[in-house]
């Protein structure tokens, strides 16, 4: 029988869905139809697990239900045929579950856009085993991405469920902690522990429908499925799948068709596509062990396989070790290996593992229905193909499992580590003797293919373990002879090759004791150590409390812009440039309103006449941008938006708009900042800082020592975890509301205004929280989803989404600015530095966007935290064909902190000094007063650097790191120290903080501030001013969405000092609103419900506004000074494997000076995650393009940011306590999000000493950001 009907669960409902359309994911089925808006979507291709959700099924082979976590955006929505699937909402019905609880309370949310899919991930793990091991917990979250957190939390979170979550104790019980020698006892050493909450309980868990294990017992049904471009026919036996080839010929056979939706989904094709799913045949589902071997079906999943090979075959954990480097176990869950198998890819992890057993795979020939078995050996063609022929199909893979004295090795490494791709890998399998190898059969994944190196293998043969050890250099030699050396990066690769081989040996000869960077659970120390607060009932002021939505987003109940639903909504889809810089001859969108559903084409042609093209230039939106909303008769990079598809759903969008037919005629680019150089293309005039060009001249020319040099950091990509995105409804007459997900309110309304030419009273702003932004949604960035959304709702009068895909938004929107500089440094020979010279080139990309601001900032504090008597800086802001940059957290700051430590290591290496000793010779202290005058003041910046070098214990480990490097050959050690100095609040329009208070007579408060919640925790900052200002518990007072009918010209949140600045404003609302209920309180004694009432019966105000700059003056301060620093320290080391570039911090301290920190949780947050953001923007963290302008790492997968697994061993964050501050900060305390980010430098300076310490050098080396695995390898083995 056949069927179309599909029949499967969510959270515990049934449900049935006739003829779904086999394209469709299981993410849109359960956001759009099912409303259930918890389950994510970030990237939707796989790569960051916010999506994820659990599917309980019957196991055949197990007899039992198994749970497992996928990423829905991968799973086509036939696939969960006669599953349960379990979403965020389903695991928190009438509780908050443990995990979601120990994740908000452990302050492992931020922006909480990827707590759901956090959240699921783990509780696939609990649903399993109840207890896990750090490690598992480590593998089950490896391939969910939070750009946010820094990670540390989530994993002491997760941790909690683990029996021996080991490393540090968590404090003792006087709130020391025992684990660290010598710490104040007055100090916490945790946020949170979670001895306290509630144990899991995994009899209290949504249990697999009853119907479902009763339909599961009946046979399965062919399925067949036609949908709008797609028809699936999912036989139940392999003859119905040869009838239906032969009927069907122009046919693709697929098992999960995981990667085949993917792929389809990116493509426009309007053509039919049949395939021929072989999931539901129960032969080729089997696993079974027959005769020693395991035979296991291709209906299987690589997650399904590793599970039946790890419980059957007796060295299984060894033979899958490289799953251990799987991507993401959501991933691998979905996988088929017959998919995987048949790729033949040098990249495929199955590929090189298969081959290396050489296992048997079995073949069906739908031809003449026949049956073979051949090794994979010879299903590997020659050209990396399969030698299958188009009839054939895979049916099995045949593990020996009577393997006796075999050992398993295997490496794959990445360009980040955890949750990669495959740059190299290799397996070798191993025959040993006592110390003897009697076999070895060794495959590698090099280029393109899965490569046997059949005679270089027996070279391992016949020899003993020490043997090989001593005498590897001499027949290792010749690796190189078995590849072609014309392959990209031939050095690196054969690099990586050399030290998987020596790896293999080190094992053989060490056994478990060998670890070469891996992942060491034992050695977690994770400590946070702040001033405890007295807790005296009432003032939530200084409490590590939970950021205001954590139970919200764990529980997936925040609501971001894409959650939204109105009634008629259209959805908008970007067209994007393909050229970098071209005039556009013809735009012919026919193709595209061709397709059922498609509702409009747009661009510049449809801005009203009243209106404009580039809403952000004049002084209205501060920045002079003229950026345009649609590029009009040329386009200036690729992925340059040129109009836009309005259709009924997002993805026929997104399909028709990639139909729409442009034509260019190219224009030469300009695509590096040397290109633009020498073209003279500028975006302005050069700016320039500090001395006249004489006087700085003539201090290099007179000084002991001069040196001169160059050094590059590269852009930053903000991979917020929500996209651009915005909805914008017309209500009535020309007005609207706008959702969109910003950092501005007000920027957002009067650019909508001056868009469309209607006055910025007709729209309201409505922002409730923002998925991270990092400064990438302030000004003009938002708008590419914002303003062709609300050209269209002007224009077509409906509701319009416009939410843009990761690849869109990436290839459409700004990243930090790459920065050159040219520098001149002239210094003594005890290392003062006396004066120094930078020229800084400034790619800003096509348009202006904030570049002017952001090289002012890179050009006025070029200095950073140092003392230097005579500077000049020139900045030259170059204009290039590639993505407009912006603002990104520290806005210029990372890019001179980094720049600056550069230097300052040429002059360390020149004078032959430590970095750290001439550093602390040149700092600028309290009072020094910088080049344009304003002096350093309420600062503590040298405290931090003394207090992190005695955390760190500094002095030992530089000691302990020389032994190490005296005695590594090729693993080698850096430590190093950073500083950061960050000078607040940024005066201007940009400090006035706003605030609406308002007190419902029943006594309850709401709060409505000015600045955007966008993880930075604002609005728990924002609550514990309000609990201290009117002496109210926190619970008493309710932080409202942020909306421009409440507050008005509001600036743009950002520059970390949303707290001091709308703390101030509700402060001072909270005054004014006491003052008119003092008689009352008193008349109360002090109860406010009665006093309010009572107040309110008398007439009084009981809602104050307040629109407040911070005081200058008064305290002698003037123009754009800051009022104060918050300073920071830390110190890394890192361990560096020189023969591969792959590298691990083991530890890292860092103390920072937050003032009297209004909430420690929120600021040791912000520090952790800035430092991690810091830190890929110093490694892995690479924007690469083509020769023609074409952004390559353009997705969440090929841009990697830090994962799990490059959390510091140790990560041990400290807040200094008593340093002085502004008497106007609001209750003493300072601003955070930002200054941590610098930090990051210290990783940069750390791998360069570790290579410095392999390398000898004769002549100082200073190398450019990002450190990847590439650089640092070529870097520690160039002569
Ligand atoms: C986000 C992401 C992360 C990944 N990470 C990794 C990683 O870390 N390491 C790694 O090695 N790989 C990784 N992969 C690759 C992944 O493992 C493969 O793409 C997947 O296994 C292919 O299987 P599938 O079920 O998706 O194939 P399907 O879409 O079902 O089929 C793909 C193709 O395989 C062929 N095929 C499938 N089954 C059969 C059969 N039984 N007989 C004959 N031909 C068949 C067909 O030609 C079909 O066109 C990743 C992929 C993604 C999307
Ligand atoms: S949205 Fe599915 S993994 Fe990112
Ligand atoms: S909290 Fe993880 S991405 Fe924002």
């Known amino acids: 029988m056949t069927i ?6 969510v959270n515990g409902k049934a449900i049935t869905l006739n003829n779904p359309d086999p394209e469709l994911t299981l993410t849109y089925y359960i956001r759009n ?88 991930a783990m509780y696939a793990l609990l649903r399993n085993k109840a207890n896990p091991s750090m490690e598992e917990i480590n593998q089950a979250i490896k391939g969910n991405l939070c750009r946010c957190t820094g990670y540390r939390p989530i994993m002491e979170a997760f941790y909690s469920f683990s029996d021996n979550p080991g490393g540090c104790c968590g404090g003792g019980k006087d709130g020391k902690c025992p684990c660290k020698e010598g710490d104040e006892p007055a100090l916490a050493a945790k946020l949170t522990t979670f001895t306290e909450m509630p144990k899991y309980d995994p009899t209290q868990e949504i249990i697999f429908p009853p119907q479902l294990s009763i339909k599961n017992k009946s046979p399965v049904s062919s399925l067949f499925l036609k949908g709008y471009r797609l028809t699936v026919y999912a036989p139940t036996s392999l003859n119905e799948v040869v009838k239906i080839a032969k009927e069907i010929p122009d046919h693709k056979i697929i098992s999960s068709g995981m990667i085949s939706r993917l792929v389809l989904g990116l493509s426009a094709g309007q053509d039919d596509v049949t395939w021929i799913s072989l999931h539901r045949i129960p032969e080729l589902e089997k696993a079974e062990v027959a005769d020693g071997k395991l035979v296991i079906g291709s209906a299987l999943s690589l997650g399904q396989l590793q599970a039946f090979v790890y419980e059957n075959h007796p060295n299984g954990k060894e033979l899958l070790k490289i799953f251990k480097k799987y991507s993401a176990e959501q991933v691998k869950n979905t996988a088929s290996w017959a998919g995987a198998l048949t790729s033949a890819a040098a990249a495929s992890d199955f590929c090189t593992l298969s081959l290396a057993t050489n296992s048997y795979v079995h073949i069906f020939s739908l031809e003449d229905q026949s049956r073979k078995r051949i090794t994979v050996e010879q299903l590997f063609h020659s050209s990396g193909k399969t030698s299958l022929k188009p009839s054939e199909i895979i049916t099995a893979i045949e593990f020996d499992a009577n393997e006796h004295n075999v050992r398993y090795f295997s490496y794959k490494q990445g360009e980040r580590r955890g949750a990669d791709s495959t740059i190299v890998n290799g397996v070798m399998r191993v025959e040993v003797d006592g110390d003897q190898i009697k076999s070895a059969r060794l495959v590698v994944g090099v280029d393109k293919k899965p490569q046997l190196l059949e005679a270089f293998g027996h070279r391992f043969e016949n020899k003993s373990i020490p043997e090989l050890s001593s005498t590897f250099d001499d027949w290792s030699y010749d690796l190189g002879t078995n590849f072609d050396s014309s392959m990209p990066d031939f050095h690196f690769r054969m690099s990586l090759v050399k030290s998987f081989l020596l790896d293999t040996i080190n094992h053989l000869a060490k056994g478990d004791e060998y670890k070469n960077l891996e992942i060491n659970t034992d050695d977690f120390e994770f400590l946070q150590l702040y001033q405890q607060t007295v807790d005296n009932g009432v003032d939530a002021c200084g409490r590590p409390l939970a950021h205001q939505f954590a139970d919200r987003h764990a529980m997936g109940e925040a609501k971001y812009v894409n959650d939204l639903k109105f009634e008629g909504l259209l959805h908008g889809a970007p067209v994007l440039s393909t050229e970098a810089h071209a005039e556009v001859l013809s735009i012919d969108p026919s193709d595209a309103l061709a397709i059922a559903g498609v509702v409009a084409y747009l661009d510049e042609r449809d801005i009203p006449k009243e209106g404009t093209n580039t809403p952000a230039k004049g002084h209205l939106c501060l920045v002079n941008d003229d950026t345009r909303v649609f590029a009009a008769g040329k386009v200036e990079e690729v992925g340059q938006v040129i109009g836009m598809i309005v259709a009924e759903d997002v993805v026929t969008a997104r399909r ?46 007179g000084s002991q020592h001069q040196i001169s040099g160059e050094v590059s950091i590269g852009g930053q990509e903000h991979i917020y975890m929500e996209t651009q995105s915005s909805v914008v409804v017309p209500t009535e007459d020309k007005e609207f509301t706008i959702h969109t997900s910003s950092q501005g309110v007000a920027i957002a309304q009067i650019s909508a205004s001056v868009l469309l030419g209607i006055p910025s009273n007709n729209f309201t702003v409505k922002i409730r929280r923002v998925g991270g932004a990092f400064g990438g949604k302030a000004i003009t960035q938002c708008g590419f989803a914002r303003n062709p959304a609300l050209v269209a709702a002007n224009k077509l009068k409906r509701p319009v989404s416009v939410v843009l895909h990761r690849n869109d938004d990436v290839l459409i929107t700004g990243k930090r600015h790459p920065v050159k500089c040219q520098y001149k440094v002239a210094f003594s020979a005890d290392g003062k530095i006396e004066a120094v010279y930078f020229t800084s080139f400034v790619d800003a990309g096509w348009s202006t966007d904030n570049s002017v601001w952001v090289s002012n900032v890179i050009g006025s504090l070029a200095t950073t935290c140092f003392k230097i008597p005579i500077f000049r800086s020139q900045v030259h802001v170059l204009k290039t064909n590639k993505q407009s940059n912006t603002a990104f957290r520290g806005y210029g700051q990372p890019q001179v902190y980094f720049i600056m430590d550069a230097i300052v290591n040429h002059v360390a290496q020149e004078l032959g000094m430590n970095f750290e000793e001439v550093k602390e010779l040149n700092f600028a202290r ?20 003394e207090e992190c070098k005695r955390l760190a214990e500094w002095e030992k480990v530089q000691r302990e790191v020389e032994q190490f490097n005296n005695t590594s050959p090729h693993i080698k050690r850096g430590v190093a120290m950073a500083t950061t100095r960050f000078g607040m609040p940024h005066a201007g329009p940009l400090e006035a903080g706003s605030a609406l208070v308002q007190i419902c007579y029943d006594g309850a408060v709401s709060v409505s501030i000015g600045g955007v919640e966008m993880g930075q925790g604002l609005n728990v900052k924002i609550q514990q001013c309000a609990s201290r200002a009117l002496g109210l518990p926190i619970e008493r007072i309710n932080l409202l969405e942020v909306g421009s009918d409440k507050t008005i010209n509001a600036p743009v949140t950002g520059g970390s000092q949303g707290a001091d600045i709308h703390g101030k404003a509700v402060q001072k609302c909270c005054e004014k609103l006491l003052e008119g209920l003092k008689p009352f309180l008193e008349k109360a004694n002090g109860d406010w419900n009665t006093a309010v009432f009572q107040a309110y019966c008398n007439k009084v105000q009981l809602q104050a506004s307040e629109f407040i700059t911070i005081e200058r003056e008064q305290h002698g301060l003037h123009g754009h000074d800051p009022c104060y620093y918050t300073s920071g320290a830390c110190c890394v080391l890192a361990e560096l494997d020189t023969l591969t570039g792959e590298h691990k911090l083991l530890a890292v301290d860092i103390v920072m000076d937050c003032g009297e920190s209004l909430n420690p949780a929120i600021d040791i947050g912000q520090i952790e995650g800035g430092f991690m953001q ?32 490059m959390v510091p061993d140790k990560f041990r964050v400290k807040l200094l306590d008593g340093i002085s501050t502004y008497p106007e900060q609001i209750y003493r305390s300072k601003g955070v999000g930002e200054p941590p980010l610098m930090l990051g430098s210290a990783v940069h300076t750390a791998l360069l000493k570790a290579i410095i310490a392999k390398r000898n050098p004769t002549k100082p080396l200073i190398f450019d950001a990002p450190f990847t695995a590439k650089q640092l390898y070529k870097h520690s083995n160039e002569e």
């Open 4 to 9: 179309s009907t599909i029949y499967f669960f």
């Open 1174 to 1205: 810091g830190y890929g923007l110093m490694t892995c963290e690479q924007l690469v393009y083509n020769e023609k302008g074409r952004l390559l790492t353009d997705t969440a997968y090929k841009y990697k940011i830090p994962t799990v697994q």
């Open 926 to 945: 309290v009072g020094d007063i910088a080049w344009a005058g304003s002096a350093i003041r309420n600062d503590g910046m040298l405290e931090c650097w």
């Open 656 to 701: 028709a708009a990639k139909l729409v037919q442009i034509e260019y005629k190219k224009l030469p680019a300009i695509l590096t900042i040397d290109e633009a150089k020498e073209a003279k293309s500028y975006i302005c005039d050069p700016l320039t800082f500090g001395k006249e060009e004489e006087e700085v001249q003539s201090a290099l020319n």
């Open 33 to 120: 139809t099912l409303r259930l808006t918890g389950t994510k979507l970030g990237c939707e291709e796989g790569a960051c697990g916010a999506c994820t959700v659990v599917l309980g099924k019957h196991d055949e082979n197990h007899g039992k239900v198994v749970y497992q976590a996928v990423n829905a955006c991968l799973v086509p929505i036939y696939m969960i045929d006669r599953c349960s699937v379990i979403t965020v909402e389903g695991i928190s019905k009438d509780r908050i579950h443990p995990i979601q609880e120990r994740l908000a309370k452990g302050h492992g949310t931020q922006c909480g856009f990827c707590s759901p899919g956090f959240t699921m």
